[in-house]
C-alpha cells in the first residue's frame, strides 16, 4: 500500500496541473502595436531619405510623394517628401511662422484637434517643425506625433501615429528611434 500512495499523489497532482490549462488565455489584440524586433537600413536614395525601419512591421513604398509607410495594429509611420519651388523656412521666425501654418492647417481639418506638444527641432541636423496631437483619423482617436523638416529643395514630413492608449508606449520603442535614424540627403534619380 505504501508504494501506491506516491502513485496517487503523483496522479493528482498531474491531474491538477491538467486542470489549470483548461483555462482560456485570452487572444492577443491584434490591433496593438507590438516592440520591434530591431530595426533595419533601409534606403530611399529618389526620395532622399534613409532610416532604420522596425523589424517585423509591414513595409510598403506607395510612390511619390508617399515614400514610405510602416505599420503594425494601430501603428503606423508614414514619410512624405514635397518638393519645394519657395525657399525652406531655415530662421528661428521662418520656422515659427511655418509652425504656425502648420497649426492652422491641422485645425480647419479638425476643430476638435488637441495640440499635445509643438516646437522647432531639428531632424539629421535640418530646421524642422514637430507637432504632437490628438485628432480623428479614419472615424477613430490617433495621438500622431508629425514632424516637417526643410532640406535639400523638400519639405520632409516624417509622421507617427498609433491609438492613444498605446502611443506613449510605441514611440518610446519604435517612433523615437526611427526619427533618430533618419538622414536626409539630395535625392537621386533613377536610373
Not at 536614395?45 to 505599420?71: F, T
Not at 523656412?89 to 492647417?105: F, G, H, K, R, V
Request: glycine fraction near 8%; aromatic fraction near 6%; include cysteine.
Amino acid at each position: 500500500m505504501r508504494r501506491t500512495l506516491p502513485l496517487l499523489l503523483l496522479l493528482a497532482v498531474a491531474a491538477l496541473a491538467a486542470g489549470c490549462g483548461a483555462q482560456r488565455t485570452p487572444a492577443p489584440d491584434a490591433s496593438r502595436p507590438g516592440a520591434p524586433f530591431g530595426f533595419e537600413p533601409v534606403d530611399l536614395e529618389e526620395a532622399g531619405v534613409a532610416l532604420g525601419a522596425p523589424r517585423g512591421w509591414d513595409y510598403s513604398e506607395p510612390g511619390a510623394p508617399h515614400v514610405v509607410s510602416i505599420s503594425t495594429g494601430t501603428g503606423v509611420i508614414s514619410v512624405w517628401r514635397y518638393p519645394r519651388s519657395e525657399p525652406l523656412p531655415s530662421t528661428p521666425d521662418q520656422l515659427e511662422a511655418a509652425l504656425e501654418n502648420l497649426l492652422a492647417a491641422a485645425r480647419a481639418r479638425d476643430p476638435d484637434l488637441l495640440v499635445l506638444d509643438e516646437g522647432i527641432v531639428e531632424l539629421d541636423g535640418r530646421p524642422a517643425v514637430a507637432l504632437t496631437v490628438s485628432t480623428e483619423i479614419a472615424g477613430r482617436r490617433r495621438t500622431v506625433q508629425s514632424v516637417h523638416a526643410y532640406a535639400f529643395g523638400a519639405e520632409v514630413v516624417v509622421d507617427a501615429y498609433a491609438g492613444p492608449r498605446d502611443f506613449f508606449r510605441v514611440n518610446e520603442q519604435t517612433f523615437l528611434p526611427v526619427l533618430d535614424s533618419i538622414e536626409l540627403s539630395e535625392p537621386e534619380p533613377r536610373a
